[in-house]
């Protein structure tokens, strides 16, 4: 089995920071969009349960989603053991450990898209 394969601690720090950090933002978009600015919450009711539960939902949904699309596009990094194979056979996974920051910057910026559009337009 596979060095990397396995679940390190780095590993699952960075996927908890990660998932923190989005919900973090989340909620304070959240409590924000709801609370203190007054232009938005004119009008609008308290923060109700149903409201509540579709939060959580939309945040579980876009988290899987992402989470999956991520471990997919890892994969190569993740079959390697220590380092990639010399040659045109660890090309991919080089390619990959160099796009990583880029690709995780990418995949934030279009899960907040994907946020704007759940809770702008789905939820109205």
Known sequence: ???????????LRLLSLAVLGNLGGAVLSFIYFHEVDPSVSR?????GGAELVFFVLGFALLSTAFRMASARWMRPLNDMAYAPQPGAAGDKARRRALLTPAFF??????????AGFVWGVLWP
């Open 1 to 11: 089995m596979p060095a990397m394969a396995t679940r390190s601690p780095t590993r």
């Open 43 to 47: 009008g609008v009711s308290a923060i």
């Open 105 to 114: 910057a990418l995949m934030t910026f279009v899960g907040w898209l994907a």
